[in-house]
């Protein structure tokens, strides 16, 4: 008879299932705890300004400039979707009935099939 090396308990043990410690740092350092991280900053940041600025004096310095420096472009990204929102309206839209549910699908199989080839 053929003798099988074995592998250690402990080791099989920690292979599987990461400590509690190393799933803790995981979720910390994920993608969206640092965004929820930028967020909370974000949001403290701007109540700290409004305590030391006082309401109207945040909204006059800072709300208003900021409001006027982006709506000319939101305006300009507004119009210039039109004819997106256009297109998504009409895909909801179609969505509606069976056949046109039948026909959204076999559009993006053959647009994903289409990246899938490239």
Same mark, same amino acid.
């Given at each position: 008879?053929?003798?099988?090396? &074995? ?6 043990? *920690? +292979?599987?299932h990461p400590t509690l410690? $190393?799933?803790?740092?995981? $979720?910390?350092? +994920?993608?969206? $705890?640092?965004v929820a991280y930028v967020? /909370? ?14 309401? *109207? &004096?945040?909204?006059?310095?800072? /709300?208003?400039?900021? &409001?006027?420096a982006v709506s000319d ?20 839209? +179609?969505?509606?009935?069976? +056949?046109? *549910?039948?026909?959204?699908? *076999?559009?993006?199989?053959?647009? /994903? ?6």
């Open positions: 008879m053929a003798v099988r090396a &074995r592998r250690s308990t402990a080791v099989a043990a *920690r +292979s599987h410690k $190393a799933r803790f740092y995981r $979720a910390a350092t +994920s993608r969206t $705890a640092k967020a /909370i900053g974000t949001a403290g940041l701007a109540a700290l300004a409004i305590a030391a600025f006082g309401p *109207r &004096r945040f909204q006059r310095e800072i /709300i208003r400039p900021m &409001r006027d472009q939101a305006e300009k990204l507004w119009s210039e979707a039109k004819p997106l929102r256009a297109q998504l309206s009409g895909l909801i839209e +179609s969505a509606r009935t069976e +056949s046109g *549910r039948e026909k959204l699908i *076999r559009n993006f199989q053959s647009w /994903i099939g289409h990246f899938r080839a490239s």
